[in-house]
């Protein structure tokens, strides 16, 4: 039963974790930009790519996924952030755990968030970022099937291309990351198996569109003042 609830939880909380991709809201001047700090503002569409793994942990015990990929857009001033699919595996299956479960978002599009320029870089960030109103429903495949639906607003930390502080160095791209955030189980829908928190980290890559309706993801974003 501890590995039904540990899976269950997975799933949802990393799909949680890839609303990372979405910007916060606040009263400061924000501009997101392609290219560099001092280009021309940007508002489109944007892709989210995990980088490396996603854990989700719970007092019951930790699982992972190695692929997600969240697509949405946003407005120039970091406001508007939609995101309109999502996805969640590992290794092209189930996310890791010692019964499977079926992740599915729900309820697109998750409407409301924005990315928030941080002049004070908080804890190294160049700005907030929060996902509004995500959920997301796991199947977990034991004794006929074990939902769990997580959702609400999660926030996170975004790093621009050439801040050091971002989660992975190595790939010079505008970067959005959560360390042990805190999502909650949506009761109404869900097993009373189920916690109702789990922690989540997980670090993405966030891009744009060079050429606007393509589909190619491939324009270095900067979130600034």
Not at 30 to 53: E, F, H, I, M, N
Not at 105 to 126: C, I, K, L, Q
Request: glycine letters at 12%.
């Amino acid at each position: 039963m501890v590995h039904l609830r540990r899976t269950a939880v997975l799933g949802v909380a990393t799909l949680a974790a890839l609303a990372l991709a979405v910007p916060s809201a606040s009263a400061q001047t924000t501009t997101v930009r392609k290219g560099s700090a001092t280009a021309d503002p940007y508002s489109g569409r944007v892709q989210a790519s995990l980088l490396g793994v996603a854990t989700v942990s719970t007092s019951l015990g930790t699982g992972s996924c190695n692929e997600s990929t969240m697509t949405g857009s946003i407005q120039s001033d970091g406001s508007g952030l939609t995101i309109d699919s999502a996805s969640f595996s590992n290794n092209g299956g189930p996310c890791s755990g010692s019964t499977s479960a079926t992740i599915t978002p729900e309820n697109f599009p998750w409407s409301g968030g924005s990315a928030t320029y941080d002049s004070a870089h908080t804890g190294g960030r160049d700005a907030a970022v929060t996902i509004a109103n995500f959920r997301v429903r796991a199947v977990v495949n034991i004794l006929g099937g074990i939902t769990c639906i997580y959702g609400g607003n999660l926030t996170a930390n975004g790093f621009n291309p050439d801040n050091p502080n971002r989660g992975d160095t190595s790939v010079a791209e505008a970067q959005v990351g959560v360390r042990n955030a805190t999502v909650n189980k949506i009761s109404n829908g869900s097993s009373f198996l189920c916690p109702s928190t789990a922690t989540v980290s997980a670090n993405y890559k966030l891009l744009g569109e060079s050429s606007p309706g393509s589909g190619v993801y491939d324009q270095t974003l900067y979130v600034t003042e």
